[in-house]
């Protein structure tokens, strides 16, 4: 599958962006993940293929919301609120068996995106 990120951009704190990542094709759990510079490429968000639950990291939750469109190809990252550390490079990666505890781990996935970057002023 071939996932195209976009969406990012620069703005400031408080405010909100979208992103999408829109998959070539259907049937994939897709995830956010989000890398600052010097730092490691830490989960965000993702979104089961199988039921549609979505998960989050704590430093996220309430702020950010994952979802799908009804063809199940594109998926959203709405990011509300966003705060200076929210800054990064966002890509989303997608794998067909993910299991639950490894969500949160890039090595699980085989796709990716080419990550789009958003940068949050104070």
């Known amino acids: 599958v071939q996932l195209q990120a976009s969406g990012g951009g620069l703005v400031q704190a408080g405010d909100s962006l979208r992103l999408s990542c829109a998959a070539s094709?259907?049937?994939?759990?897709v995830v956010w993940f989000r890398q600052a510079p010097g730092k490691e490429r830490e989960f965000v968000a993702g979104?089961?293929?199988?039921?549609?639950?979505?998960h989050y990291a704590d430093s996220v939750k309430v702020r950010f919301t994952i979802s799908r469109d009804n063809a199940k190809t594109t998926v959203y990252l709405q990011m509300n609120s966003l705060k200076p550390e929210d800054t990064a490079v966002y890509y989303c990666?997608?794998?067909?068996?993910?299991?639950?505890?490894?969500?949160?781990?890039?090595?699980?996935?085989?796709?990716w995106g080419q990550g789009t970057q958003v940068t949050v002023s104070s």
């Open positions: 990666a997608a794998s067909s068996r993910v299991i639950l505890s490894s969500l949160g781990i890039p090595s699980s996935y085989a796709y």
């Open positions: 094709a259907r049937g994939y759990t």
């Open positions: 979104i089961r293929w199988n039921g549609g639950t979505t």
